[in-house]
């Protein structure tokens, strides 16, 4: 947000987020009219969720609302510290909303529950990966870079693709709990790749066994969008966290923006559909479809430990949850 006054009579600017002009500023607000508080983090307190500074903040009010779910994981003075000072605490309704859609996918989804994970790394979704499996997924589809991980340790040549080596034994466990809790564990068979010497001229789809030691793999092929889009028919619960392919570049945003379509066909055939994490969410507006998925989480990281079945600071701190 700008830093820019607004030009009315009902929202004003604080330069500081507390003390003594602030507090003049607050006491002078009349009724209906907002004050915009400066970022709370220009102050380190914030962040270390400083006892003073979780006062003060609570002394500018009467009233605490968090409608910042994308913030909710993280024990803040302004999230969780606030809380302590003043009261109620209570959910704002995006607050609500996030809570709702995914506490019911992860506590109660009707099925068949799908879930498709993509993203650079499996290190970052290996929680999210192990409580989708432990609460018994109907089916999980994994594209991304994080897929390479999965070829490479069952023995598959990536080439040059992206992959976490230290990962592998995590990946084969992951395939091994998936198989045990009778979750089916889908991953791409073909792919676009580049010749790493010449990346500029020398995109094509192929499947993932005729990839050579010189190739990357930057995004899934015609035939993985078929699985998965065939994969999600019937689905009655849909979460989709990470991109399919190294989406910022065309023609690898592809993928992406072809799994974004066939959430919204799904949801329209009457699924719910949660869709989280900045590039599956650009997909999603890219494609114009945003208004065809049910839910769009705001939050990035927060959305992530939420479906890993962690506690966010933010949300038991309040009264109303």
Do not use: C
Request: charge should be negative; aromatic fraction near 6%.
């Amino acid at each position: 947000m700008g830093r820019a006054e607004v030009k009315n009579d009902k929202v004003f600017f604080a330069n500081d987020s507390v003390g003594d002009e602030v507090k003049a500023k607050v006491e002078a607000l009349k009724e209906g009219q907002v004050l915009l508080l400066e970022n709370l983090r220009l102050h380190a307190e914030e962040e270390k969720n400083d006892e003073g500074f979780s006062k003060q903040l609570a002394e500018l009010a009467d009233v605490y609302v968090n409608d910042a779910f994308g913030t909710a994981h993280r024990a803040h003075a302004s999230t969780e510290g606030i809380t302590k000072f003043l009261q109620p605490a209570v959910a704002g309704l995006l607050m609500e909303k996030e809570l709702n859609f995914l506490g019911k996918a992860l506590d109660n989804p009707e099925r068949p529950f799908i879930a498709i994970l993509g993203g650079a790394k499996v290190s970052d979704k290996i929680p999210v990966i192990e409580s989708l499996i432990e609460r018994k997924v109907d089916k999980l589809l994994i594209g991304g870079a994080m897929a390479y991980t999965f070829f490479k340790a069952n023995g598959f040549t990536v080439g040059k693709s992206l992959v976490e080596d230290e990962m592998m034994p995590k990946a084969k466990e992951i395939e091994e709990k998936a198989k045990a809790a009778g979750v089916e564990l889908i991953l791409p068979t073909d792919h676009q790749v580049v010749d790493s010497y010449d990346p500029l001229n020398s995109s094509k789809t192929i499947p993932i066994e005729f990839t050579n030691t010189g190739l990357v793999g930057l995004d899934i092929g015609t035939e993985t969008i078929e699985i998965f889009k065939n994969a999600l028919k019937g689905a009655k619960t849909i979460v989709w966290n990470g991109p399919m392919g190294m989406f910022e570049e065309k023609p690898f945003d592809e993928g992406t923006v072809a799994i974004a379509k066939a959430v919204a066909e799904a949801t329209e055939q009457g699924a719910t559909s949660i869709v989280g994490g900045g590039d599956s969410v650009s997909a999603v507006n890219q494609a114009g479809l945003e208004d065809k998925i049910s839910h769009i989480s705001t939050g990035g990281g927060a959305t992530l430990e939420f479906l890993a079945g962690d506690t966010l600071p933010g949300v038991p701190a309040l009264n109303d949850k």
